[in-house]
C-alpha cells in the first residue's frame, strides 16, 4: 500500500527513519504524474500493519497542511472561487478512500480534499485547480469541476444530492458488465433533506448496485443545525427505510472510518447492495472561507471538538503504540511542508487557461 509517484516520495515505513528526496516538478503542460491508488492488502478489517498507520497519519497530515496553504493563497487572491475547508474532518475522507481498491470509483464533495489525495491526485495538481490554471480542467471552478474518469473520479455535482443518482449508476454498470468493484461517494447532513438524495439512495436499494454512501454529518448544514432538520438521533436510520445497512462511525477515528468502509466494500463486492454509513464529526470552520461559524455556532462547542481533532488524536495512538516519536512527527511534517512547498512552485509555473479551449467539454464532439 505504497502510493509512488507525483510531487512526493511515498511515506517510509518509519518516518524517523530519513527524509526522503522530493521530486521538484518544472513548469510544463502536462499535468504532473499521480501516485498508483494503494493496493488492497491482506491485513485489511483484521488489523492495520504499522505501515498502514503510518500512511494514513500521512495522508492525514498532508490534507490539513495542504488546505492550511490553500487557505493562506485564498487571503493573497491566488485560489480563484470558494474554498471548503475539512478542518477536524480529515479522518472521514482519509480513511475511507484508504479502504477501497484499485479499481473502485469514488466522487468527492466540496470537503473530500483528502480522498483525491489518497486515490492518487497530486497535491500539484490540486493547487493548479484551485488557483484556476491551465491543468487540469483549464481553470474551471476549483472543486466543483475537477473530475478524472480514468482515475475513477466522478467530479462534484453542484446541486446537492445529484451525486447519488449518478454514482448509483456507476455501481449498476459495474454490476450489468459483471465487475467486481464499488461506487463511493459523500453527502453532508443537509443534503439527506433533498428529494435528490432519497430518489438516488431509493435507486440504489431497489437495483441493489454496489454503492457505498457517507454522510458526513458536521452538525451544521450551512447555519442551520442537524436539529432543525432531522428529527433523528441518527441520520443512519434513514437506510431502514430503503431495506438497507446503516452504520454510524466516529468520523474524528481514522481507523473506524477505515474499518467501516471497508465491511461496507466487501458487502458491496459480494453483491449484497448499498450501505450508508454516517460519520459524526464537527465543522470546525465556516461553510466556506469567507463565512464566519463564530456568529451562529454556540462557541462551546468548538472546545469540545477542538479536544476531539483526529490528527492530534490519531498521533496520541500512534506515539503510544510506539508507532512513531515525537522526533518522527517532527520529521513527517517537515517532509509534508518540503513536498507542499515543491507542489506550489510547480502549479505557480503552470499557465493561465487557454481561452480557445473554453468549451472544451461542454458541448460533444461531431
Not at 517510509?12 to 493496493?39: I, L, Q, S, Y
Not at 470546525?284 to 481533532?309: C, I, M, N, Q, T
Not at 468549451?359 to 461531431?366: H, L, M, P, Q, W
Request: with cysteine.
Amino acid at each position: 500500500m505504497n502510493p509512488r509517484g507525483g510531487e512526493r516520495a511515498a511515506a517510509p515505513a518509519n518516518p524517523a527513519a530519513g527524509k526522503p528526496a522530493v521530486k521538484k516538478d518544472g513548469p510544463a503542460r502536462r499535468e504532473p504524474a499521480a501516485p498508483k491508488p494503494p493496493a488492497p492488502a491482506a491485513q485489511h478489517v483484521a488489523g492495520l500493519s504499522t505501515q498502514q498507520r503510518l500512511e494514513l497519519l500521512y495522508w492525514l497530515k498532508l490534507n490539513r497542511a495542504l488546505e492550511t496553504r490553500m487557505a493562506a493563497l485564498f487571503k493573497q487572491g491566488k485560489i480563484l472561487g470558494g474554498l471548503y475547508r475539512s478542518l477536524g474532518q480529515e479522518a472521514i475522507s482519509v480513511g475511507s478512500a484508504y479502504a477501497l481498491g484499485p479499481g473502485d470509483w469514488y466522487a468527492p464533495v466540496i470537503r473530500n480534499m483528502g480522498t483525491c489525495l489518497v486515490r492518487g491526485v497530486t497535491p500539484g495538481t490540486l493547487l493548479s485547480q484551485y488557483m484556476a490554471r491551465e491543468i487540469p480542467v483549464h481553470g474551471r471552478d476549483n472543486a466543483l469541476h475537477f473530475g478524472k474518469i480514468e482515475g475513477g473520479m466522478v467530479s462534484t455535482i453542484s446541486p446537492l444530492g445529484g451525486l447519488v443518482s449518478v454514482m448509483a449508476g456507476v455501481a449498476l454498470g459495474f454490476r450489468m458488465r459483471g465487475e467486481k468493484r464499488v461506487a463511493l461517494t459523500y453527502s453532508g447532513d443537509g443534503q439527506t433533506s433533498t428529494g435528490a438524495w432519497h430518489e438516488g439512495l431509493a435507486m440504489a436499494a431497489s437495483l441493489k448496485v454496489p454503492l457505498i454512501l457517507f454522510v458526513e454529518n458536521n452538525r451544521w448544514a450551512y447555519s442551520t443545525p442537524v436539529s432543525r432538520q432531522v428529527r433523528l438521533e441518527n441520520i443512519a436510520d434513514k437506510a431502514r427505510a430503503y431495506g438497507i445497512i446503516g452504520v454510524v462511525v466516529d468520523g474524528n477515528d481514522v481507523e473506524a472510518v477505515y474499518s467501516t468502509t471497508r465491511k461496507a466494500v466487501e458487502h458491496a463486492r459480494a453483491g449484497n447492495g448499498p450501505t450508508l454509513i454516517e460519520a459524526k464529526s464537527f465543522r470546525r470552520l465556516g461553510h466556506s472561507e469567507h463565512d464566519d461559524p463564530r456568529k451562529y455556532v454556540p462557541a462551546e462547542e468548538f472546545a469540545v471538538w477542538e479536544a476531539k481533532d483526529p490528527i492530534a488524536r490519531y498521533e496520541r495512538v500512534l506515539t503510544e503504540a510506539r508507532v512513531i516519536d515525537a522526533a518522527g512527527l517532527k520529521e513527517l511534517e517537515g517532509r509534508i511542508e518540503s513536498e507542499i512547498d515543491a507542489a506550489q512552485q510547480w502549479a505557480d509555473a503552470v499557465p493561465q487557461p487557454d481561452p480557445s479551449r473554453l468549451t472544451d467539454g461542454v458541448y460533444a464532439e461531431g
